[in-house]
């Protein structure tokens, strides 16, 4: 679409109109505070209790007519303020996207920073002192939910399979990163003169470990849009998180000490201390706070709707609880999401599991805004104070180290790595190194009584901010195009691949086992062992502790595959592009016995089947047909065939009638059901299932026949629970099981049918009752 | 120790050489090869069985096949060997060396070698063709490690990634038709994006093993 006419759309006049509104809000609410900023004390009391506060002296009080409308903005003036600031970010956008030329050519970032600049702008013109980003709410509001997102959807096998190079280019890439800059800038200092001179060598150090290290959020914010290939990503967001512990180190020391005025031997030793003790110290809280909150969600079989609120809460506390004691938070974050999730996600239910994700995408998402939003505002409102030479010299003494470490680093890591780095992947290493809101943050913090350069330190942060944002963040994406860097492959992962690669673990273990040495593959195997035996078994519930990993993934597959179903609104074929008329039955070796009549007869009968499933379970026939013919032709006993045809006949009956009793809120019994079809679940599901056990069920998607194979007489009003809560939950698909023997089945059917008439009365004799007709002619 | 020891510098160079390994990492290997051996001249299967880490592996029957399947030697033969040499150890494990960088062309030689292997691997009677029978007992012994599950779980597994197979390779198939099995091409194109070349791979190092704790 043309962006002229994206522009005109109505939906952009919408929001623009809104967006124009929000704003004149903004700027106007802040208008009274310039009154009442002024009197704060007047302001507590303004609701009008006057009155009560004197009962001895009322002569003075006069009475005033009732009020019937007021207005008092003071009492609401902090939530009101916050939202209103969410909202504009919001409302920011989805502006963004819905001109589609801008979007593409400028990230996200960018232009948020442009608006917040705007808006900054105009608060000023009003008069009145922008919101500057307060350090406090940045690190406790607005940062922790990126951090939690970034942490929790963490690839751990890329992260590590290359956590030797991030680790090289997070601690030591900074610390050659913070010495080159702080160094430099000091040379230049003491060759300027009189206006520099009185920046000592601790002041510029700190400066330099501020300024040096990769921040997490302009990463994202610039990476999720080129979509990279996993490796580079993953490096350079691996160095933006773990370089926190670094920066948090460097940051303390060099402030405690500037006040003194030197630093000797023994504070660098404890300096090295300190730093293993931050990032070990914020590993270690982060890890105990997951496996809290993995144990506990192996508890909430019975209230499923707070289950991501523990997700968050726990988090949120290592977070905390990291910062309490001046750990690293970040990487307390990290490894609370990264140690939780597996626990986690075996634990809850489909829908905590989308709730948490969009919750996280949802806030990750807005505080990311803000963040950008809030720069732009500060740069307007902060104190600047502007020197050339400090300024530029910055700018080229962080690009030139950032180079000349990602060269330098490279070149050592590649000794020791299998896929070795290529000057590209270099480069857009380096390209990638972009600075944030995180170090404008920090130089907010110093104080300036003790740093008196700290304006000076502002304004060169922020250019320097600018400076990657703008124009690294801008051309790093046609960059990406002409450099041919390997983007990432939006293939689903097959099952195939899921086996070999297990396969390929195995066997690589087995490789080194045979050579004899300890090598990473031994490891995580030695890991994975001590993870299957001892803490599966504590953290998950019920039975899917034992499940391996292969049918975790194939039920994960199946599931996608049955959502996918769904919501392509039913359609006959499946939305992938496998249109392919392989089933089954091509795979399936022929067996001779088999040559007789059935297979012309099942032909036939398979269209029939076909026909009457289709009507009302739409959904499902092409999963028929890829994974369950064989059970439909090799059916060993011909007689049972027509059972067979019996049975989707009045299932299907079942499954209309259940479809009108939708409207009703049934609360399903709880039967025992499959894993697969408790997992298979898309409606509802708030109440525990008991799982069987996988021997006696085949993980493919089934058709559960109205009554399970249990023999004993069940209540008539059980049965029909029963009855009416497996198909119901069943939406996402239906399953068939491998008949079980005949025999029982023939006892079965005449039961089925007095029982299935009594259902018919008890249940409100909707409009199905007619339609159970039009099947008459399929019995034989 | 004795005819084999003739020469054995000599050896070791025209191996490396062979192979593409160091002649310090041939060294080692030469070590751990005796070592496993208690100092014969040949390895065979109860050598390699009695290795304890490996007993805990699901797959490791088919990694120990591997070592004495004659298709893995370069040889255009087929069948099993009884025991092998230090030659044809140092051969096997040449599938495991990590590929210098080298042009595309070479590389996606190095991905068919590798890919060969794995195919050898699954494929054991040797016929070319990976049945569902053969994917199946793939399957089943992945999933051996857990006693829960039955021989049907693994059957639908193995039946379905059997059914992608093909549904991705051919495409199209009448009802009536059978679908053999994977033939290697259908096998390098299923696995096309797993990026066998640099995950297929164990790092030799050019230290001594013989001083580390070898898990016998």
Known sequence: ?780 | MGASQSGPVHMFQDLAHKTGFSTEQIKNLHNRFMYLTQDEDTLRREHLENISNLALNPIRRQIIEAFFDKRNMGEKERGCLQEIGFEEFVTVLSFFRPPKPRTADEMKNIKKEKLRFLFNMHDTDNDGIITLDEYRHVVEELLSSYETIGAETAKAISDAAMLEVASVTVGQMGPGEFYEGITFEQFMQILKDVEIETKMNIHFWNLDTRTMQCGK
Not at chain 1, 423 to 445: H, N
């Open chain 1, 1 to 780: 679409r043309d962006w002229r006419t994206g522009c005109f759309d109505e939906e952009c006049f919408g929001v623009l109109k809104m967006f124009i509104l929000v704003l004149g809000l903004l700027v106007g609410s802040l208008m009274p505070l310039g009154g009442a900023a002024s009197s704060p004390d007047t302001g507590t009391g303004h609701g009008g209790s006057h009155g009560n506060k004197n009962p001895g002296n009322g002569t003075t009080y006069s009475k005033k007519p009732f009020p019937v409308l007021s207005f008092d903005y003071e009492h609401v003036r902090l939530p009101f303020e916050i939202s209103l600031w969410v909202l504009l970010a919001s409302l920011m956008k989805l502006g963004f996207h819905l001109i589609p030329r801008v979007s593409s050519i400028v990230p996200e970032s960018c232009l948020l920073i442009v608006v917040g600049l705007l808006v900054g702008g105009l608060i000023k013109m009003v008069g009145e002192d922008p919101p500057v980003l307060e350090s406090k709410i940045f690190f406790f509001y607005l940062l922790p939910p990126i951090i939690l997102d970034a942490g929790y959807f963490m690839p751990i096998r890329q992260f590590t399979e290359n956590l030797g190079t991030i680790l090289m280019f997070a601690v030591v890439g900074t610390l050659w990163n913070s010495f080159f800059v702080g160094g430099l800038l000091y040379g230049v200092c003491q060759l300027e003169g009189h206006k520099l001179a009185y920046v000592d060598l601790l002041s510029c150090l700190l400066f330099g470990s501020i300024i040096s290290a990769v921040d997490p959020v302009a990463v994202l914010a610039v990476f999720e849009e080129i979509h990279i290939n996993e490796l580079l990503h993953i490096l350079v967001f691996g160095e933006s998180l773990l370089n926190d512990a670094v920066t948090v180190v460097l940051y303390h020391l060099f402030e405690e000490y500037s006040s003194v005025g030197s630093i000797t031997f023994m504070d660098v030793f404890l300096g090295i201390v300190c730093f293993l003790v931050v990032s070990l110290g914020g590993i270690v809280v982060g890890a105990i706070y997951g496996i809290l909150a993995a144990f506990t969600s192996r508890f909430t079989s019975h209230t499923r709707v707070i289950e991501p609120l523990f997700v968050f809460v726990y988090s949120y506390m290592a977070y905390l609880s990291a910062e309490v004691f001046h750990l690293s938070g970040i990487m307390a974050l990290i490894a609370c999401g990264a140690v939780m999730r597996p626990y986690v996600e075996a634990n809850i239910s489909h829908k905590s599991h989308t709730t948490i994700k969009y919750f996280l995408k949802m806030w990750s998402s807005v505080s990311d805004t803000l963040i950008f939003i809030f720069l732009g505002v500060s740069t307007v409102a902060g104190p600047h104070q502007w020197n050339w030479t400090f300024v530029v010299a910055t700018v080229i003494f962080c690009l030139v180290a950032r180079v000349l470490g990602v060269v330098g680093l490279t070149f050592v890591i590649n000794k020791f790595r299998i896929v070795k780095l290529t000057s590209k992947d270099q480069f857009i290493i380096a390209y990638g190194g972009l600075r944030g809101a995180i170090a404008f943050s920090l130089v907010y913090l110093l104080n300036p009584k003790h740093f008196p350069m700290r304006n000076m330190f502002l304004t060169a942060i922020i250019t320097v901010i600018f400076f990657t944002v703008f124009v690294q963040g801008m051309t790093i994406r046609p960059l990406v195009d002409l450099l041919a860097v390997k983007k990432k492959q939006e293939t689903k992962r097959s099952i195939n691949e899921e086996i070999h690669t297990q396969f390929l673990d195995h066997l690589l273990t087995g490789i080194e086992d045979i050579c004899g040495h300890y090598g990473h593959h031994h490891w995580k195997d030695k890991l994975n062992r001590f993870n299957k035996k001892y803490v599966k078994k504590c953290l998950i519930a019920g039975e899917r502790s034992k499940e391996p990993q292969l049918i975790a993934f194939y039920h994960k597959m199946e599931m996608k595959q049955a959502i996918e179903l769904v919501e392509s609104g039913g359609g006959a074929k499946l939305p992938s592009a496998l249109p392919s008329t392989v089933s089954m039955q091509n795979i399936q070796p022929k067996k001779p016995s088999q040559d007789r009549a059935l297979p012309q007869l099942s032909k036939a009968r398979e269209e029939e089947i076909r026909k009457i499933l289709r009507t009302n379970l739409q959904r499902t026939r092409q999963r028929l047909r890829s994974y369950n013919r064989h059970t439909l032709i090799a059916d060993p006993y011909e007689d049972g065939w027509n059972e067979m045809l019996l049975k989707r006949k009045k299932m299907k009956e079942l499954e209309k009638k259940i479809s009108q009793m939708n409207n009703y809120l049934t609360v399903p019994a709880p039967p025992p059901d499959s894993p697969t079809i408790t997992r298979a679940r898309l409606a509802s599901d708030p109440q525990a299932w008991g799982l069987k056990s996988v021997t006696e069920s085949i993980p493919t998607i089934k058709v559960d026949l109205a009554s399970p194979q249990s023999p004993e007489s069940v209540n008539v009003v059980d049965e029909f629970s029963k009855k009416g809560s497996q198909p119901k939950e069943e939406e996402g698909g239906l399953t068939m099981k491998v008949p079980s023997p005949a025999k029982q089945r023939k006892d079965k059917t005449p039961d089925e049918e007095p029982q299935q008439r009594l259902m018919r009365c008890l249940s409100d004799p909707g409009p199905a009752a007619e339609e159970e007709d039009e099947d008459e002619p399929f019995l034989p």
